[in-house]
């Protein structure tokens, strides 16, 4: 039966109905963060004093804010993405924490290396003031630019890798080569492979000490009930001396022999309050490792959110950092590190965007991290939480060159690459019988389908989508080299619109 003329009108207004929705929803997340970057600009314009060049710390702080928005929406999906992608978190529930506990970092402990982009990694002697404003102007920008377009491309990258790579650029600019400190840069290029080479090798032993711990027991809830405890009391003292160290940097420095002490203390806290809460959690569990991970989710959780509260305390900096040498710069009249201020409301600035960002834009890379490079349960995405700590924690005691980024996501490779290796390692004993443990292993494929079969199911224990392993790591190689870049055109624009 033909449409009416009235039922085919009523189609085409439905179907403009959902277009108008489809579009109000695609424009409201960019929208809310136009609002706030333009607050932030009027923010910056009430707070500065003025002087003839004020109006650039009104125009820095709008590039600070979309800077922000940029590590909430590509950073802090490293700590949030294994929880949702082991259905320990909802997404709802993942940002709700996340933004909670990285503002809370942010405003609590954030700031301490706000100075480290003009103290490291510039020879200040040779720019001059009005040319060090515009040259951190430009990196920020440049490393914002580079951040979105890897957020919208799926791409987990290090923020502060892409901030680094702006200020040498803009730096080479302003004075040349020798106005950059290459040594220090030469350490960060080291941490391309140190970070997540280590952060998937903690990952790897500690999810193989949990199988030969619990999984692979007979009996697994007994073993269980032994093992959780003793591993979360390890989580809750790496962790206390991870926020003590790095979290808590900016208000508080305590010694080796406090930090060690917090950590023994919080372990013995940690060991006695999971013992009677895993007992009571595994009563009634059935003796399989599915059950058996549901022990690791509130452990998972707690890492996650502690993880987010050192993150936003410490890459908070990356958003600020060139904006605070900024508004110093300006109001000072010279760029010492020394010197170098930290007001409250660039802070919020900062903590307002990551929260912000993470809450508009962040599911993407949450996904990603969590689902689209590897299978997570509850207990591969603690392992990937804890070796994280684990990692920075070690590294920054020895002194080296680490991005949590690289270490978080080379977590996930690392828990993904072993059960690749435990399932094809299982579906080569599966193929062997038991009688014919002397055979030459080339008689047993009796036929070219056998072969054929072993081969199409050695590809589907391929565990690791191997896509995601060449695209992230040729973000990471050229995070540093494209900001550059881009920071360099931007100063030379910049220096001729304003200079």
Known sequence: MAKSVLDKDLQRVSGLEHATHDLARALAA??????FLLLAAVWASFVVADGPMSYLVVIAAAIAGYMALNVGANDVANNMGPAVGSRALTMGGALV?????????????????VS????????????????????????LLASALWVNLATYIGAPVSTTHAVVGGVVGAGVAAAGFGSVAWPVIGTIAVSWVISPVLGGIAAALLLSLIKHTITDRIDKVSAARIWVPVIVAGMTG?????IAT??????????LAVVLALGVGFATLGWIGAMPLVRFQ??????????????????????????????????????????????TTLQSGHMEASDLALPFWVLAIGAIGISLGLALFGPRLIRTVGEQITKLNEIRAYCVALSAAVTVLVASALGLPVSSTHIAVGGVFGVGFLREYYSRRDLDFAAVPVHAKHVDPAALNATPEDALSRERKS?????????????????????????????????????????
């Open 246 to 255: 790095k979290g808590l940097s900016r208000v508080w420095s305590p010694g």
């Open 116 to 139: 480290t982009v003009a103290r490291d990694l510039l020879i200040g002697t040779t720019i001059p003031s009005d040319q060090f404003v515009l040259l951190m102007m430009a990196a």
């Open 30 to 35: 960019p929208g809310i963060a136009l609002v």
């Open 459 to 499: 590809e589907r224990r391929k565990l690791v989508r191997r896509q995601h392993v060449t695209s992230i790591a040729a973000a990471w190689i050229i995070t540093v080299p494209a900001s550059a870049v881009v920071a360099a055109v931007l100063f030379w624009i910049l220096d001729w619109l304003i200079g």
């Open 282 to 327: 595994s009563v009634g569990l059935e003796n399989r490792k599915k059950h058996v991970s549901s022990l690791f989710r509130l452990p998972l959780v707690v890492a996650a959110a502690l993880l987010s509260f050192a993150h936003g305390a410490n890459d908070v900096a990356n958003a600020i950092g060139p904006f605070a040498a900024i508004v």
């Open 97 to 113: 924490i996340a933004a909670i506990f990285e503002a809370g970092g942010a405003l609590l402990a954030g700031g301490d290396v």
């Open 238 to 242: 790496i962790f206390a001396m991870y």
